[in-house]
């Protein structure tokens, strides 16, 4: 049964997680493709409108920043699209766009306004640390540059200090803000992680369980079915032997319940195999189904309340309990005559019992088999209970939850 797992569901799964994740990606590297854009476009066109310094510096000024674009489209979107980026490579791309901006930022002030779109890649790309350094040389270092290459005056350099130090504190705070978000981000990538892997463990298990059960399932049904079938079976060979001789009729009637137990032993292994329901109730309505092993027992059957057609799992563990019970009264009970069974049909429950009025016995001293405990693990599998009262005379109860807008055809049966 292991063998049947799909297994190509969960690399499914997988891929389509993947996929997901490299198309919430894209959407994210696309916005920060316009931000890049605009920034750049708004540094140049401050650059090419501002009145200091003289023309030529600021071409190029502007010059400088040109191959960022290129070198951004290259080297860096692809790598802020990489999950987690490679550092090595980050730093290759950080150089290679830190070193025009810084040039060019030393030439002109107004180059200091695209700092605000590399700032945010430091601390994508780079561990906080590193990050945290770069940032740092990105805005006090153009400053200290354009300070001691043009002497500005005092206020003009205290205005321009002043924003390199407002600008830093501004970027460590939205550094601090998308390194947070990293790592909110890597811990539910871990949790959605394990969360897949510990859904695909207990769909393992399920089926394992489910694999282990089924023989325990096949068990309880030949104990009730074939089992019983067999040794009645038997019984009968015995009945037969004995008669040949003495009562040839009786003899031929007990031929003739072999003939009809061995057919019916036969339907319910083909029944058995195909995994459909008991034979008995494929034919005829539960209290009908239960004619049959009442009457071979001699028992009586009483039906209370409503009939209605239940789900199959609920009238085929009354069925079982039924055969079970009234076995019993003949293994362990060492009954009378007086055997009644009683089903109840109620608005939220099935109730079947057997009573019988013989001497009683230790339901805990019963030997282990599929007997007791198969009717047991039959009733809780519906999500019911099986009890057994046992001292002078002998109850077994099964009480079986049912749905309550079962479709049904009322109808009360007293014998």
């Not at 730093?91 to 060019?104: I, N």
């Not at 005829?284 to 789900?311: C, F, M």
């Not at 199959?312 to 055969?323: D, K, N, P, T, Y």
Request: net charge neutral.
């Amino acid at each position: 049964m292991l063998a049947d797992i799909p297994v190509e569901e969960p690399a499914r799964r997988v891929r389509g997680d993947r996929a997901r994740g490299v198309h919430a990606r894209h959407r994210s590297i696309r916005v920060w493709d316009a931000y890049f854009a605009l920034t750049w476009a708004a540094t140049l066109a401050m650059l090419l409108g501002a009145e200091h310094p003289v023309w030529p510096v600021r071409a190029v000024a502007a010059g400088l920043l040109v191959p960022l674009v290129p070198w951004y489209l290259l080297v860096g979107r692809p790598l802020l699209g990489q999950n987690p980026p490679d550092e090595r490579r980050a730093v290759y791309y950080l150089v290679g766009a830190l070193a025009p901006f810084l040039l060019s930022g030393v030439l002109a002030g107004e180059t200091r306004l695209l700092s605000f779109a590399l700032i945010p890649q430091c601390f994508m790309t780079l561990r906080a640390r590193g990050a945290l350094v770069t940032v740092t040389v990105v805005n006090l270092l153009p400053v200290a540059g354009w300070a001691l290459l043009w002497q500005p005056a005092t206020e003009d350099l205290f205005a321009n200090a002043l924003f390199a130090v407002v600008g830093l504190m501004f970027s460590l705070a939205i550094g601090g803000w998308i390194i947070r978000i990293i790592e909110q981000s890597a811990e539910r990538a871990e949790l959605i992680a394990e969360l897949d892997a510990s859904r695909h463990e207990v769909a393992r298990l399920s089926s394992a369980l489910g694999a282990l059960a089924e023989p325990e399932r096949l068990a309880r049904e030949i104990h009730d079915t074939l089992a019983q079938g067999f040794t009645r079976l038997l019984m009968l060979v015995q009945a037969v032997d004995a008669e040949l001789d003495t009562d040839p009729a009786q003899a031929r009637r007990h031929l003739a319940l072999m003939d009809d137990t061995a057919r019916r032993n036969l339907a319910e292994a083909r029944a058995l195999v195909a995994g459909g329901a008991p034979t008995d109730l494929a034919e005829a309505s539960l209290p009908d189904a239960l004619d049959r092993p009442t009457a071979r027992h001699e028992a009586t059957l009483k039906v209370t309340g409503p009939v209605r057609t239940l789900p199959a799992g609920v009238e085929v563990v009354a069925l079982r309990a039924c055969q079970e019970a009234l076995t019993n009264t003949q293994k362990h009970a060492g009954s009378s005559d007086r055997v009644g069974v009683r089903l109840d049909y109620a608005d939220g429950t099935l109730t079947v019992s057997v009573h019988d009025d013989g001497r009683g016995f230790d339901p805990d001293a019963v030997p282990s088999g599929y007997g007791l405990a198969g009717l047991r693990a039959r009733a809780a599998e519906v999500g019911g209970t099986a009890t057994v009262r046992s001292g002078d005379a002998t109850t077994v109860t099964v009480r079986l939850p049912v749905p309550g807008g079962v479709a049904s055809a009322a109808r009360s049966e007293t014998p």
